[in-house]
């Protein structure tokens, strides 16, 4: 069995990751607040700023896991704010890190030894893993995060049959990019309809 599992499959790029995983035969589970509407789709309901939510879900999937000849891991859920290098709380950078960065490694911990050679962890991060924008500071820090996570992913599991890499979309129609953006006419001329 050839199991996917996605963070933040309930809306937008991860539940169009979920339909995919779906169309290539993986069992897809959800880690997410909100359910996936797919119906094929398993939702374990999970805040990833938790890192109790996160034991739970993995615990229940244990049996699943030791049958599985695949394992991919998607790493997709990310909170993006409204914030500055001179206006960022130090309370809310750490709860963007914990579901931007320490979630993916509290995952990665539980999952990679699990993995069947064969298996990829796969993040998805942004053009702001390599450069910044203004007003987004606690989302570039933790875009960039996840660029070295990757990257560090890459060089540990050498060897090991696992692949890893990072999937950096561009402007993409969702509730983030609607809620950042908001109503502002020149970004939208520039984002898509
Ligand atoms: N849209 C773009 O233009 C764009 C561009 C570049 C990169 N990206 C990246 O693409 C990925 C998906 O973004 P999107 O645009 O599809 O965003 P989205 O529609 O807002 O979806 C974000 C997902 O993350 C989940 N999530 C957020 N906080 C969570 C938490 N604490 N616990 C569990 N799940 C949480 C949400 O699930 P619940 O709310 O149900 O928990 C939701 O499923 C993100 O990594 C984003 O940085 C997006």
């Not at 290539?24 to 509407?37: D, H, I, K, S, T």
Request: hydrophobic content about 45%; aromatic content about 4%.
């Amino acid at each position: 069995m050839k199991v996917a599992i996605i963070t933040g499959a309930s809306v937008g790029i991860g539940r169009a990751t979920a339909e995919a995983f779906l169309g290539e035969g993986f069992a897809v589970f959800n880690l997410a607040r909100r359910a996936c509407p797919i119906a094929a789709v398993t939702n374990l309901t999970c805040d990833l700023a938790n890192a109790e939510t996160i034991d739970r879900c993995i615990d229940t999937l244990q049996a699943t896991l030791a049958q599985s000849s695949e394992i991919a891991l998607v790493h997709n859920a990310s909170q993006m704010r409204k914030d500055s290098a001179a206006a960022c709380d130090s309370d809310s950078l750490q709860q963007v890190l914990a579901t931007n960065v320490v979630a993916i490694n509290s995952l990665n911990q539980r999952l990679l030894p699990l993995m069947p050679a064969g298996s990829s962890v796969l993040y998805v991060g942004s053009t702001l893993a390599e450069k910044a924008v203004r007003n987004s500071f606690s989302y570039v820090i933790s875009k960039h995060a996840q660029l070295g996570m990757m990257r560090a992913t890459c060089q540990d599991l050498m060897g090991s049959g696992i692949h890893t890499a990072m999937i950096c979309p561009g402007f993409t129609d969702t509730e983030m990019l609607r809620t950042h953006l908001g109503s502002d006419p020149q970004w939208r001329r520039q984002s898509p309809a």
